[in-house]
Structure formats: structure tokens, C-alpha cells
């Protein structure tokens, strides 16, 4: 039988998804999955007339419909279009496909989306490509340091569409260099393409003509951002060199018009009225949106413990311009004093923020909670609740853990059911310490500013148990969604979270052999090993030093499908649930819930396997965009806040260590910049990937992460986001007790106005 007898044959074949297909589109197309069916069972590649054919579409609005199609699953990896003008499926032995991580040394690194370790690309096969961009690769062998390295076979998807940084004008080229460091591309500006803008002067440019193999990217500048970086300008240069979506389209806002300040009647119908419940939020000082509500009583049993999550689901239809729009974003950016939302204000603070004494659509996470503080059952239900009280973390440790007895008389009404969420947070604690869900002490900070936006001062931010009273309770929810989901047998979105590698395994035990430290759990250590470990060092010198190297053979946590688990919590499954205000996820799953609570069937779902795979990479993606612009900005900031300290010595940690020096965080002030190499001394120092040190051939003077220093500032460049400290002193040479002040300690010094 020829494979064109085969393929028309395989019309007969029923649609298994036709019913969701029938829910999106007005006039359904074959799903994505029957079409890879179609090309497996014919065995060989074919076109898109073969394929339109054999499922019998023979209008032109089905052939476009076939055509789009098609065309974004040779985007998302799932088809390759081969020279013949084929479709064939992808041999995931031999391809893969992923996005793309630049380097500043032109080199980079393939992220495959289905969570295998990095590929190596080279300066030569980066040269067609730029940061962010999707790419199929052929894994083309091992290099010399034992990566895998990558051929790429094709470009799916360019993600870079304009660049911000700064214009130079030299030997009549005019150029671009960006700002990203990820890029290593100057992009070259066209005739006629530079407009008013001046030397020096920081510019947008629009990128014409993505990089090739023989030439760089061309583009034209489309605006000029200014002359110099301003107060509030580092955050506008993140935006758009990272490509935040941050105007709302007007189809957005045609469809908020019609949103009011309170929920109407109607919507409140046919829901468990949870009003009179004293449930509560508690969130930081400075919070605006409010995703989360608890409550909290005894029960014979145990507890019985509410979750109540802001219903966004509700508001944000799939399909609709808001939907649309939220799911470009992903998630909330947050950056020191300014965010861009996820979902515009009127829903993020207004409709669906749990404000106080008014009353808001959610959706709640039961749970019955026995004495040893195990969940014995779970239940979700959608509600109309009020909430009792805007509570801040403070404010309920005061009461709960210092006994504050003015702020628990302010309280009163609500003093009985907070201490019941007290006492199920300690006995969840020591559940979750005997499961070995990791708990590393991390140090977080915030900025604080004066006047013109100028940083007045970083201070470390303080975990009390109200907020891990909160994570505990979240984490608990977010784990009885996965788990009602993945019963349900319905296509959702997980946070997965997988274990070291291989690799990253040996090289931590090799380490912590040379420290006399033995790690358990063989060549499948589990999250108790960790933390049996954690607890073990908890009085050493080093444990900064060894809690770090811990932490760095973790892998990312992704979005995905799989049903992988998460080593991190130590738990089989687990989803985000609870921060839908903020998290595309987090919809995604609180509509897989609402369908399976309204009794409809798997197949009439609005989304199948091969979506919630592009939606979970699309979301990490997001998320590491969010992560690398917020981190780009803190780094301008305390670059200019260390502008005026140069010459001042300070102590520090030495934070990393690199071939070509190491970097040093500074004590009380949180700011890093790096020591050289080439500042250490009349020595020549050989690097230790495995012990995370540097070690002098002649002097044997070695530096390793974890140990103190005495630094001073030389150098700041603002441009480059980089600080340069030169070595003062050694470890064993800084000072100790009363007389460090004079020379390790930071100096006191008030800014200039």
C-alpha cells in the first residue's frame, strides 16, 4: 500500500480530541495529535496537501486553518518541514529542540524542553543565532571539556526583535553594542537607519535582518531612550532590551471596560458562601495584590485547613484578549519599587485581590489535617468569601511568637483561629523535616530608596514563622492540586523540580571528600540526604561555603507536564496553585480543576499534552526573562549606589570562583563586584572547578568560596553592570574584635546631594 493510500485511508481514524477542538475553533481542523498519528502510520514525511487530503479539507479557510497549524508545530519542535517541502516527525534520539542561552563570549548553550542537560554551541554555530531564539540542534559529539555539543539544523522561532544599547560611531560603521550581555552581536545599523540619534546616546533598534552565518544582525534605530541613565531609566532598558510586554493592547482594555469594582450578584450564585468564615490574609508590608486567604480550626481528627485562592479563572476566559495577554507575560515582573503585572490592575488589585471586608470569588483547597500533621483529605470547591483582615507577616509574628498583647487585643475576634494556625504549622514543620524537604538558610534582600531614587540603603530581609506558616500552607495546597488532577487524569501544568545530575553529583562529592564530609544516598541521593547533611555542619566555619556548593547541584525547577516530582520538597507531585494573580501557571491549573468540578469530560478540555508542553516551556522561558531583567536592574542599582565608595575598603565572602578570579559579596551591604586574577599577587594561581578554589604554584596561597576577605573598591562601570574590588588582606590576616572596625568595616559615609 503507497504511503498516499495510507494516509487518506486515515480519515477513518476518530479525532480523539475533536471535542476540545469543537470548544476552541468555530470550524475544527484535525488536533495536532492525530496529525503526528497520520505521519507515524504512514511512515514516511509528507506534504501539506497529503495531509489536508487524507482528512478531507478542501475549502480554503481549512487549508489556511491546516497551514497555521502545521507552521507552529514546525515552531514548537513537534514537525520538521525537510527540503523536499515535507513534514516528518522529530527523532528525539537524534534532534532536539530548545531555546536558545547566549554568551557574552559568543559562544552558547541549547536548553532542551524536555529538561536534558544543556547543549554546547560554539561562537561558529551561535553566529546565525541570537539569545532567546528556538532552535532544533543535532547533537554533533562531546568537546574537549565534556559537554555535549550542538549542530544546529534549524532556526524555529526568532525571539529578538529589537535591541537596546548603546550607538558608536567608528571608521564609517555605526553600531549598536547591546546592552543584554547574553548578546554578543553588535547589531549593524543601515543607510539612513540611525535617524537624530548622537554618539554614545542609549537607542532602541529594530532589529531588519536576523544574524546569518556570514553577517551580523541589521536593524534601525526606532527610538532614542536618552543621554545618560536617569533615575527610573535602568528599569525602562530591562524592559525593553529583555522584551517585557508592559502596554496593555487595546483589545485588552476594550474587554475591562465593561469590569466594575465589585462582583456582581450573579456570579456569586451556585457557590459554598464562606463570608462569615473569619478567613485572613497575611503578606508583607509593602504587598498590593492579595492571592491567598487562610483558615484554620480544630477538629477532633486534627485540623480542618482552608486555602482560599483568588477565583482569576473566572475572569480571564480562555481564548479571550486577556488570555491572550497573560499568557505573553507569564507571570509579574517585580522590580525594587515598580511592577508589571500579570493581569491589569483592575483585576490584579481590584476583582481578584483579596482585599479586606469586601466580598471576592475564589476557589478553596479543603484539607483535613490529622495529629501527626498529614493530610488525610482533600476537596476543592468554588466560593464567595470576605475576608477578615489584611494581616502582615509582622504583625502575626508579633502576636503568635512574641506575644504582643496590644496587637492580639486589636485581633481579638481572630486570635483563636490564628493560634490554631500556629499550632498546624509546628506540627506540618516537623513533618515536613522528617519527609526532608529542603529548607536552605538563603539570604534575600531589599532595597531601600531616598530621594531622586537613590538607594539609601540594602538590608537583609527577615524569614519569621508567619512566613513559613504561609509557605507551609501553600505548598500543602499547591500539593493537593496535583494530586486531585493527576486522578482526574486531565492535562495540566507541574513544577517539576528533578535531582543533581550525574555530573553535578561527583563533582559535590569530590568536594565534600575533601572536606572529610561523607553525602549518603549513593548515586541516588534523596532530599533527607541533603538535609541530614545540612544539619550535620550546621557549627562549622564553613557551612556558608558547603550550603552554597549544595545548592549549585540542584537543578532549575521547570513547568511541564511530567509527572516528575520535586526533589526540592521531596514530594511525587506538585503544582502551582495558589498565585493566580501572578502566574500563568497557577490559571492554567485552577481551570483544569473548575472543568473537572463542573463534571465535564478529559477529552472536551480546552487544552491536550502537546500544549501544556509548549504553555510550560513558554512559562519558564517567561520566568527566566522576569528573573534575568529584575537581576539586571538590582545590579545597576547597587552599581550606582557604590559609585561614591570607591577607595573604601570593606570585608566580604568570597561568593564564586572562576578561572579568572573570584567574587566577593560584601557583608551588611550585599553589593558583589570581582576580584581579578591578575590582583593577587606575584604568583601563578591554577583554578579548581571541583574544591571551588584557586591555588598559588610558588606561594601555595589559595582562595576558596566561603572565605572571608578584606577588599577595596576600584573600579565601578555602570554601562557594564560591574564592580572590581582589589585584594586587601587574606582571611587569616582581617582583623577580629573591636580594632576591625577601623579597616574591615564599611565607612559611614552620608551621600552627596
Given at each position: 500500500?503507497?504511503s498516499?493510500k495510507?494516509?487518506?485511508d486515515f480519515?477513518?481514524t476518530k479525532?480523539?480530541y ?7 475553533y ?10 503526528l498519528?497520520?505521519i507515524?502510520h504512514?511512515g514516511?514525511p509528507l506534504?501539506?496537501?497529503?495531509i ?10 481549512d487549508e489556511?486553518?491546516?497551514r497555521?497549524r502545521?507552521?507552529?508545530?514546525e515552531?514548537d519542535g ?9 513534514y516528518?516527525?522529530?527523532n528525539?534520539?537524534?534532534?532536539l ?9 559568543g559562544?552558547?548553550f541549547?536548553?532542551?524542553?524536555d ?10 554555530e ?14 554533533a ?6 559537554r555535549r555539543e550542538?549542530?544546529v539544523?534549524e ?7 529589537q535591541i537596546?544599547?548603546?550607538l ?10 547591546p ?6 552581536q553588535t ?6 537607519g540611525?535617524?537624530k540619534?548622537?554618539?554614545g546616546?542609549i537607542?532602541i ?8 552565518k ?13 543621554d545618560?541613565l536617569?533615575p527610573g531609566m535602568?528599569?525602562?532598558?530591562a524592559?525593553?532590551?529583555h522584551e517585557l510586554p508592559?502596554i496593555w493592547?487595546?483589545?485588552?482594555l476594550?474587554q475591562?471596560k465593561s469590569?466594575?469594582?465589585?462582583v456582581?450578584e450573579?456570579?456569586?450564585?451556585g ?5 462569615d468564615t473569619?478567613?485572613v490574609?497575611?503578606?508583607?508590608e509593602?504587598?498590593r495584590?492579595f492571592d491567598?486567604?487562610v483558615?484554620c480550626?480544630k477538629?477532633?481528627?486534627?485540623w480542618k485547613?482552608l486555602?482560599?485562592?483568588?477565583d482569576?479563572?473566572?475572569?480571564v476566559?480562555v481564548?479571550?484578549p486577556?488570555?491572550i495577554e ?7 515582573v ?5 511592577v508589571?503585572p500579570?493581569?491589569p490592575e483592575?483585576l490584579s ?8 471586608n ?9 484539607l ?6 498529614v493530610v ?5 470547591f468554588?466560593?464567595?468569601m470576605?475576608?477578615?483582615a489584611?494581616?502582615t507577616?509582622?504583625?502575626v509574628?508579633?502576636m503568635?511568637?512574641d506575644?504582643?498583647?496590644?496587637l492580639?487585643?486589636k ?7 490564628l493560634r490554631?494556625?500556629?499550632?498546624l504549622?509546628?506540627v506540618m514543620?516537623?513533618?515536613?523535616e ?11 534582600t ?11 540603603k540594602?538590608i537583609?530581609v527577615?524569614r ?6 504561609i509557605?507551609e500552607?501553600m505548598?500543602?495546597a499547591n500539593?493537593?492540586?496535583?494530586k486531585y488532577l493527576n486522578a482526574?487524569?486531565?492535562?495540566k501544568?507541574?513544577?517539576i523540580?528533578?535531582g543533581p ?12 571528600g575533601e572536606?572529610?564530609?561523607k ?9 533527607l540526604d541533603?538535609m ?5 555542619i550546621?557549627?562549622r566555619p564553613?557551612a ?8 549549585r547541584?540542584m537543578s532549575q525547577?521547570v513547568?511541564s507536564?511530567?509527572l516528575k ?5 521531596a ?11 501572578r502566574?500563568?501557571p497557577d490559571l492554567l491549573?485552577h481551570?483544569?480543576?473548575r472543568?473537572?468540578l ?5 477529552e472536551?478540555f480546552?487544552?491536550?499534552?502537546p500544549d501544556m508542553i509548549i504553555l510550560g516551556?513558554?512559562?519558564?522561558a517567561n520566568?527566566r ?15 550606582e549606589y557604590?559609585?561614591d565608595k570607591?577607595?573604601e ?5 568570597i561568593s564564586?570562583v ?8 560584601l557583608?551588611e551591604?550585599y553589593?558583589e563586584?570581582?576580584?581579578?586574577i ?5 604568583d ?6 571541583t574544591?571551588h578554589?584557586?591555588?598559588g604554584?610558588?606561594t601555595n596561597m589559595?582562595?576558596r568560596l566561603?572565605d572571608?576577605?578584606?577588599?577595596k ?7 557594564e553592570?560591574k564592580i572590581?574590588?582589589e585584594l586587601?588582606?587574606?582571611q587569616a590576616?582581617?582583623?577580629k574584635?573591636?580594632?576591625?572596625s577601623?579597616?574591615g568595616?564599611p565607612k559611614?559615609?552620608r551621600?552627596k546631594?
Open positions: 500500500m503507497s498516499k495510507k494516509a487518506v480519515v477513518s479525532d480523539p475533536a471535542e476540545r477542538e469543537a470548544e476552541k468555530e470550524k475544527p481542523i484535525p488536533s495536532r495529535e492525530l496529525i498519528q497520520l507515524e504512514t514516511k506534504s501539506r496537501q497529503d489536508a487530503e487524507a482528512f478531507a479539507l478542501d475549502t480554503e479557510d489556511e486553518a491546516l497555521r502545521l507552521r507552529a508545530m515552531r513537534q514537525l520538521l518541514f525537510n527540503r523536499s517541502k515535507q516528518c516527525l522529530v528525539n534520539k537524534d534532534l529542540v530548545g531555546r536558545v542561552i547566549g554568551h557574552a563570549d559562544f552558547g541549547l536548553r532542551p524542553d529538561g536534558s542537560d544543556d547543549l554546547y554551541l560554539s561562537p561558529r551561535m553566529n546565525p543565532l541570537l539569545h532567546n531564539d528556538r532552535a532544533m540542534v543535532r547533537i559529539g562531546v568537546d574537549k571539556k565534556g550542538g549542530a539544523v532556526i524555529l522561532e526568532r525571539n529578538t526583535h537596546v544599547g548603546r558608536y560611531k567608528e571608521d564609517g560603521f555605526t553600531y549598536v553594542v546592552d543584554n550581555k547574553n548578546i554578543a547589531v549593524l545599523l543601515q543607510k539612513g540611525i535617524g540619534a548622537k554618539q546616546q537607542v533598534a529594530e532589529i531588519v535582518e536576523q544574524p546569518t556570514l553577517h551580523q544582525p541589521i536593524g534601525r534605530i526606532i527610538e532614542v531612550l536618552g545618560h536617569a535602568e528599569i525602562e532598558m524592559i525593553r532590551s508592559h493592547p487595546d483589545e485588552v476594550d475591562i469590569l466594575s469594582a465589585e456582581p450573579s456570579a456569586k450564585e457557590r459554598v458562601d464562606l463570608r473569619p478567613l490574609t497575611i503578606d508583607g509593602d504587598a495584590d491567598d486567604a483558615f480550626k477538629t477532633q481528627k486534627g485547613l486555602v482560599a485562592i483568588a482569576v479563572s473566572h475572569y476566559q481564548g479571550s486577556l488570555d497573560a499568557t505573553n507575560r507569564s507571570t509579574s517585580y522590580f525594587p519599587e515598580q508589571i500579570m493581569l483592575i488589585n481590584g476583582l481578584c485581590s483579596i482585599n479586606p469586601v466580598d471576592r470569588l475564589c476557589m478553596v483547597c479543603e483535613l489535617i490529622d495529629h501527626d500533621g488525610s483529605r482533600s476537596r476543592f468554588e466560593a464567595v470576605r475576608s477578615h489584611r494581616l507577616y509582622t504583625e509574628a508579633k503568635l511568637v506575644g504582643d498583647e496590644v492580639a487585643e485581633y481579638k475576634p481572630l486570635m483563636p483561629h490554631e494556625l500556629y499550632d504549622y509546628k514543620r516537623l513533618s515536613r522528617q519527609r526532608g524537604a529542603m529548607d536552605f538558610d538563603t539570604q534575600e531589599r532595597i531601600l530608596f531616598g530621594k531622586d531614587r537613590k538607594i539609601e540594602i537583609p527577615v519569621n514563622d508567619a512566613h513559613k506558616l509557605e500552607f505548598i500543602t500539593c493537593a492540586a496535583a482526574k487524569k486531565i492535562p501544568l507541574l513544577r523540580h528533578e545530575s550525574a555530573d553535578k553529583l561527583m563533582n559535590l562529592k569530590t568536594f565534600l572536606l572529610g564530609l553525602f549518603g544516598g549513593g548515586v541516588n541521593p534523596t532530599p541533603y541530614h547533611l545540612v544539619d550535620s550546621k557549627d564553613d556558608h561555603l558547603i550550603q552554597t556548593v549544595l545548592l547541584s525547577a513547568y507536564p511530567e516530582g520535586h526533589f526540592g520538597l514530594l511525587d507531585a506538585y503544582a502551582h496553585f495558589t498565585s493566580p494573580i502566574r500563568y491549573v481551570r483544569a480543576i472543568h473537572c463542573q463534571g465535564k469530560s478529559v472536551s480546552a487544552y491536550g499534552i516551556e513558554n512559562c519558564s520566568e526573562r522576569a528573573d534575568e531583567a529584575t537581576r539586571e536592574v538590582v545590579s545597576w542599582l547597587k552599581c557604590m559609585m570607591i577607595g575598603d570593606f570585608v566580604g565572602i564564586a572562576t578561572s579568572f578570579g573570584f567574587f566577593v559579596e557583608s551591604i553589593v563586584g570581582l576580584v581579578h591578575s590582583n593577587l599577587g606575584q601563578y594561581f591554577h583554578f579548581d572547578p574544591s578554589q584557586l591555588k604554584e610558588r589559595n582562595f566561603g572571608t576577605v578584606q577588599v573598591v576600584a573600579r565601578v562601570d555602570l554601562d553592570k572590581d574590588f586587601v588582606k587574606k590576616e582581617v582583623k574584635g573591636p580594632e576591625a577601623k579597616t568595616a559611614k559615609r551621600r546631594k
